[in-house]
């Protein structure tokens, strides 16, 4: 099993900047992409950023560039740098990591217990 701890988010007014970090735990679990998803309340869960492990980036339209996503490959982090934060990006943040078991070689893909940014206009 792979674990995904999140930390940062927080409180903050609009216009203000939070940064989000993620560990994995995991040795024999190669991690192939990670990234940042968000919920907020009655919408459903959606891709803010991903990073693989080459470097490549994905973002959601409404946070290009406002948000950056950033991955230690050999520590098995990633961040995401939030700035110009506005009252929308209110939300539960998820931590997403999705990869393969070294031994087995199954794939599989793992969820941290989330992280709430509130932003206050």
């Known amino acids: 099993q792979v674990q995904l701890v999140e930390s940062g988010g927080g409180l903050v007014q609009a216009g203000g900047s939070l940064r989000l970090s993620c560990a994995a735990s995991?040795?024999?679990?190669?991690?192939?992409?990670m990234g940042w998803y968000r919920q907020a309340p009655g919408k459903q869960r959606e891709l803010v950023a991903v990073?693989?492990?080459?470097?490549?980036?994905n973002y959601a339209d409404s946070v290009k560039g406002r948000f950056t996503i950033s991955r230690d490959n050999a520590k098995n982090t990633v961040d995401l740098q939030m700035n110009s934060l506005k009252p929308e990006d209110t939300a539960v943040y998820y931590c997403?990591?999705?990869?393969?078991?070294?031994?087995?070689?199954?794939?599989?893909?793992?969820w941290g217990q989330g992280t709430q940014v509130t932003v206050s206009s």
């Open positions: 995991g040795s024999t679990f190669r991690i192939n992409s």
């Open positions: 990073v693989t492990s080459g470097g490549n980036t």
């Open positions: 997403n990591a999705d990869g393969q078991w070294i031994f087995t070689k199954r794939y599989n893909n793992y």
